[in-house]
């Protein structure tokens, strides 16, 4: 009997890539064997171009995938997940961005968001095992749409509490509870 293999991490980052305090850069650097979808060097807004750099990891890989996704990354990992069949293990979305509602200044502009191609988000059923994590006072997603989004995704979903956006700028680098949720999926 052929042993199980540990599904391989794959870190998907948000719109700002690879930030140093961020607790996906801690988790990578945890888990041996993960990985990480590169920062791109052009079309940096392209949601498609985004979607065909997770592909292009995830056909280096082989064996399970368990996906790792935080803010526009889940958002990316929903636009793959209509147009690509790989089979995946699970995925933790964390702190999806409502890409829907206009965010705060700073950010790109609903106009911008569907002219590359990130509006409407996906609102299909994922084909693998998913946990959606919310919080209750994210500055980029209410909760209820994080529900509603986790709901139409078929993801179980759960509420981290007040954690803001999940990110260094709401205090969090470390973030042990990802590691029990990943554990759930695996």
């Not at 990891?57 to 889940?74: K, T």
């Not at 002219?115 to 994922?126: N, T, Y």
């Not at 509420?159 to 509870?177: F, I, K």
Request: glycine share 8%; aromatic share 6%.
């Amino acid at each position: 009997m052929t042993p199980l293999k540990t599904p391989t991490l794959l870190i998907v980052p948000g719109l700002r890539d690879h930030v140093e305090d961020h607790w996906q850069t801690h988790l990578e650097r945890k888990a041996p064997g993960s990985r990480c979808v590169p920062p791109l060097e052009h079309d940096k807004l392209s949601c498609a171009a985004r979607v065909a750099a997770l592909d292009a990891v995830l056909a280096q890989i082989e064996g399970p995938v368990i996906l790792v996704a935080h803010s526009a990354g889940v958002m990316i990992t929903v636009h793959w997940a209509r147009c690509h069949r790989r089979p995946i293990h699970g995925a933790l979305l964390a702190a999806p961005a409502d890409l829907e509602t206009p965010m705060p200044e700073g950010y790109p502009t609903q106009e911008m968001l569907e002219q590359h191609g990130w509006l409407p988000v996906p609102r299909e059923r994922l084909p693998f095992p998913s946990i959606v994590a919310g919080s209750t006072n994210d500055p980029l997603a209410a909760l209820d749409r994080v529900k509603a989004f986790g709901q139409t995704w078929g993801s179980r979903f759960v509420n981290v509490g007040a954690v803001g956006h999940l990110n260094p700028g709401a205090g969090y680098g470390e973030w042990p509870q990802a590691q029990e949720l990943i554990g759930a999926l695996v």
